[in-house]
Structure formats: C-alpha cells, structure tokens
C-alpha cells in the first residue's frame, strides 16, 4: 500500500480522513533524522497530525504542527499540504538531547503546540497556540480542535514503532459539519465510542474500506478523494543565502570556517550548502 490521505463524507454530515504513511514516516523519523523507539513514535505521530490538520485547508496551503517543551524532545515541526507533500524536523541540540535520555523522565515536558496555517496567496499566516496537556500528542490535539478551532471532532495518531522500525503510522480525524442533527451526533459518537482502542483499527495494516466500515459501523459514507504522501522539502540555495544576506557582520564572521567559507544544512532534508564569505557580503551590500 503507498502512503497516502483518503477523505470520505457520511450522508449525516460528517467529513472523515484517514492518513497512512508508514513508509513515510520511517524515511523521514529514522533515515533522515536518525531516531529510534518513544521518539520515532512521536515524531510520526506528530506528521499524521499534521497530515490530518492539512486537509482541513481551503486551497493550497500548508500547515505547520510545531511544539516546543521542557524535556528533552524540546523541539519539534512537520509541515503539510492539503496535497499530501510533507517534511518534518528536529534540531540537532533535540537530536543531542533524545540521544542522551534517561528512558524515565517524561520525553515530552511541559511545553506549547503551535498550529500554523499558511495559505497561499494570503500575505499573513495563521497561527494558534495551546499549552500542551499531556505527553499523548492525540490528546493535545484533540484538545487543539476544542479549544482553537472549537470544532466537535475526534482525532487518533496511532503510530507503532519497534526498535528503529515504523511498523505502522496511521491516523484517522472525524469532525462534525455545520448542519448534524443531534440524532446523527449521538449515532456518530456512539459508534466512536464502540470502538474501545482505536490503535487496533490498523493492527493490520488493511485497505481503506475495511477501516472505514470498522470506524463506521452502519453508518453510509462516499469515498472522496485520495491523494499520495510524499517527502518534499522546498529549501533552496537562494532561499539559504538570502538568510544569511539578512544576518549581522560578526554572526556570519563566526558562522565562517579557515576556507572562508559557510556551511549550512537544512534542519528539514539534511541537504548541505556552501557559500564563500565574499559571495554573501556582496549580496549583502546589493540588499543595502
Ligand atoms: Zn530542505
């Protein structure tokens, strides 16, 4: 099965999506960034969020799942589009910080979670923020869409991670429309709450049907639209010099290595780029 975000409606006015990115998940969490067992878990379950989030976009758009916290995974951001294109990242002070984890402190402090909403076209981005309420990043979000969206809906990232493996990244969102009957509204949460650990949804790892029929039970449904997930990271050269345009004299004297030369990496795909000193001063002084 290739990665991707379904969408379905039911006849009483609910919109569902369900995002499988296993492969993804694995590609972006263990082979770029290097991680392993909680942390892998976590930072896959953070790109299903975001994933998930994204299809509520009108257009194209991207949204940004980013929270910061007191413990060691104190850093952390996944960017989406409606359309499936996805990167994610940590720095490498948090990469430093996980690789030194007690294994008993919670992974996840206390900490913020920060949705940004950037459509394009639209000059200024949206962003909200929460308090995190837990180290369960289902339960922040849910908490999320109460609080910032206050849309009735539920939200499940169901990751499982064997040592340095993603076996299965999956996650589901079943949010209300304008319009529900407080018929269907009971219909629709007695169904949700039939289903006791909605991880065991995926066990499986099953086709689309079989899951929606589980998740719906009786309930009728149309099949939407799917589309692919796939890694792109939109960082360019230009992009990176222009930042470093943008910085003072003494940051980029000390950003310089023997060579006279810059290094950088991109914090999302790792890609490297190098610039002489005297190509960023001179574009510098053309900014001036
Ligand atoms: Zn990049």
Avoid at 52 to 69: C, I, R
Wanted: glycine share 4%.
């Amino acid at each position: 099965m290739k990665d991707h975000v379904a969408r379905f409606t039911t006849t009483t006015n609910y919109r569902i999506a369900l995002v499988r990115c296993s492969q993804t998940a694995q590609l972006i969490g263990n082979e770029q960034h290097k991680l392993t067992n909680k942390p892998l878990s976590y930072f896959s379950d953070g790109m299903v969020a975001a994933l998930l989030l994204a299809t509520q976009l009108k257009g194209n758009g991207v949204l940004s799942y980013e929270f910061d916290s007191d413990g060691p995974f104190d850093n952390y951001r996944c960017d989406a589009t409606p359309l499936g294109y996805i990167r994610a990242m940590i720095p490498s002070s948090t990469f430093d910080k996980i690789s030194t984890w007690d294994n008993k402190s919670p992974l996840i402090g206390k900490g913020n979670l920060y949705i940004g909403k950037k459509i394009n076209q639209t000059k200024k981005p949206y962003q909200s923020v929460i308090k995190l309420v837990s180290e369960n990043l289902t339960l922040n979000t849910i908490y999320y869409l109460k609080i910032s969206e206050q849309i009735n809906g539920i939200i499940h990232l169901c990751t499982m991670v064997k040592n340095n493996k993603v076996i299965h990244s999956d996650g589901f969102l079943v949010e209300e429309l304008p319009g529900t009957t407080d018929e269907d509204r009971t219909r629709m949460e007695n169904q949700i709450n039939s289903i006791k650990e909605p991880g065991i949804l995926f066990q499986n790892q099953d086709e689309d049907d079989v899951i929606i029929k589980r998740l719906l039970g009786n309930l009728t449904y149309n099949h939407i639209k799917d589309f692919d997930i796939n890694f792109a990271c939109p960082c360019t050269e230009k992009r990176f010099s222009q930042n470093l345009a943008l910085i003072s004299r003494n940051e980029l004297n000390s950003l310089t290595d023997e060579s006279d030369e810059i290094i950088t990496e991109c914090d999302f795909c790792k890609k490297v780029y190098q610039f002489k000193l005297k190509d960023i001063l001179q574009f510098k002084n053309n900014l001036n």
